[in-house]
Structure formats: C-alpha cells, structure tokens
C-alpha cells in the first residue's frame, strides 16, 4: 500500500524580496578605474544615503582564499594588503572636502572676507617650524575665500583656520557630524560608527562599520595641527598608517 503519495513537501516560507542600491555600470566602471591601484571608491547618494557603488583593490577571489597555501601568503602580503577592504576598513583623512568646513565655519563667524596671500615657499603657523604648502608648490599670491576655493589654496585655509582658533573650528565640525576629541591619541580610539548603515542586523551594522570621523580641538593642539587640520591633512598621529608619510610629504616639511 502506498502511503503519503498525494502529499507534496512543505514548501520554504517565501521571505521579503531584498533589493540592493547598488548601481551595477557604476559599480563595474569603479572597478575598471582602479585597475591596479591599492585603492577604493564609493560612492553615496547624498539625497537619500543610498549605496551606490563600493569597489576596492586589490581583492582577492573566495575560491583562491580556500586554499591554505595561498591563504598564507594573502595574510603575509604586507605592501599589497589584499584581505584589507579599503572601502571600509581603513582610515582616510577626508584632504581638501574638509575646506568646506572650514569655509563654514568662516562664514558663521564673518570672516568669510578675509584675504590671504600664498607663496611659493608656503606659510609656516606661528610657533612652527615648518610651512604648510601647496600642491607643486604653486603659489596663488592675494586670494579671498572664493578664489581659495577654485584653487582649493591650502595656504589659505590653512591661515583661515588657525585666526577662527580651534574651538571655532572643532564646533563647526562638530555641527557636520565629527567626534571631538581633545588630542590625537585619544581621538584614534574613536571607533566604528556602526549605526551608519540603515539596518536592524548588528552583525551586519558591525562588519560594515567605517571608523569614526574625528577632529582634534584640545588646548594642547599646535596651531600647524590647527592648520593641518583645516585643509584636511590632520594631525600627524591622526592618519592611517597606509596614507600618514605620503599626505605628511605632500603638504608640509
């Protein structure tokens, strides 16, 4: 006798359908522009904070992982860094975007007139030792805050910053969402800000979490922090291991 021939196998409860934001031309053409760069792009809609692309390199493929020699050898690549997501998982300094910031702050405290002369040698903050430069050394001469902008002029934001003085400054960037932080050291130990991401799933919100943004104000700050901090460059502790010699280089001796 056959038993249970008109029943049919309990069908898997039909979940809610997940719908991604992600762009997949823009996704691939981030892709395609990074070729072999030790780099990432991403890129947010600012309307809505949607996620419209996230590509890093290099990376490395799950089946090539697998394999426990290779393994090993993509844990002991200290120049390349494959297993590191640089999209999220590395610390950036946010370079001259920050100068937005700086404008702003300007303007809340009408100084957004001031006039500011750039040289080829640079500007060294009172008190330091060292100019704080421009990109190829250019030299811009007179400029005010508009032409600053259109050269994106360091000299000049970096002077701006340092006559707003750091409470100015660290309250402007508090107001666009910045961690402050007294000093450097302890602004490393920030963290991650995982309540970014737009979901209930904390192990989601945890693996996707970027480190905090943060900015430096306390009484200790020198004012070539101060300067180096208001063109986006941070303070010398402030950056990633990857990105901290390089940026230091570029803008300042």
Known sequence: RLLGLAREPALPAVGTDLVTTIDYALQRE??????????????IDPRNGQLLALARRPGVAPLYAEVISTWRDLMSDEQEKPLLNRAIGEYYLPGSTFKAITAAAAMESRLDNKVYTCRH?????PGGGRPIRDDREEAHGQVDLTEAFVHSC??????????????RMGGAA???????????????????????????????????????????????LTKYDLGLESIGQGPPCHRSSAEKNLQHDRFAE
């Open 154 to 167: 360091n000299q000049y934001f970096a002077q701006l910053g340092v006559e707003l003085d750091r409470l």
């Open 121 to 125: 040698e640079g500007w060294t903050p």
């Open 30 to 43: 981030a892709f395609a522009q990074l070729r072999d760069r030790r780099a990432a792009v991403v890129v």
């Open 174 to 220: 508090e107001r666009f969402g910045l961690l402050l932080f007294p000093n450097a050291a302890r602004s490393l130990r920030a963290g991650r800000q995982d309540r970014l991401w737009n979901t209930g799933n904390r192990a989601i919100a945890s693996l996707l979490a970027p480190f905090g943004s943060t900015f430096v104000s306390g009484q200790e």
